[in-house]
């Protein structure tokens, strides 16, 4: 519980993303009091049932109580909505998702402030960390794809890239004890 979670949604066929942090576990999602402050959102797309998003986050604590500051460790949630359940605006309650990391890992290397959101990354491939499902796909034929890595050149951001083929919001979430 008590969990930091970037995702994306897809409404009206355009997709969004949504700062928001899970206040009680299992309670829904609840946006962040101010949402867009700390991301900046590089693309989205939806094809042909494939939802894409590409964004930094600052990873300093921009909305205080519900952000976690990224230069830290955090077992990393991956989550996404399945068709059996019900169609909402917000990141909802999963059956068989969270996937919890085994371990911990820190996503930044050290931190500082900055006023503008940074470059959209060039090539995701190269980022350190990467959770595939199925673990041996390659990007592209991934049923879901999470990649995520500090900004290149700066410490300040991360970089996170997530793609799928999903039916409504794919999420990434950092938390202390595995669970959501």
């Not at 409404?11 to 402050?37: F, I, K, Q, R």
Request: hydrophobic content about 30%; glycine content about 6%; overall charge negative.
């Amino acid at each position: 519980g008590m969990d930091d979670v970037l995702g994306c949604k897809i409404e009206n066929n355009a997709v969004t993303v949504l700062d928001t942090w899970n206040p009680n576990g299992y309670t829904p999602n609840v946006a962040d009091s101010n949402s867009s402050a700390g991301i900046c959102t590089h693309s989205t797309s939806y094809t042909n049932g494939r939802m894409s998003c590409l964004f930094s986050r600052s990873a300093g604590i921009t909305n205080q109580g519900q952000d976690y500051n990224l230069d830290s460790s955090y077992y990393i949630l991956r989550a996404y909505r399945t068709n059996s359940q019900p169609v909402v605006s917000f990141l909802y309650k999963h059956s068989s998702t969270p996937t919890p990391s085994s371990v911990q890992y820190n996503p930044m290397r050290d931190s500082n402030t900055s006023p503008s959101c940074p470059s959209a990354p060039t090539d995701t491939s190269a980022f350190p960390i990467v959770f595939k499902s199925p673990t041996d796909c390659d990007r592209a034929s991934c049923t879901f794809y999470w990649a995520m890595g500090p900004k290149s050149g700066s410490s300040q951001y991360l970089d996170v890239y997530m793609e799928g083929t999903v039916d409504g919001w794919m999420a990434v979430g950092f938390s202390l004890d595995q669970s959501m």
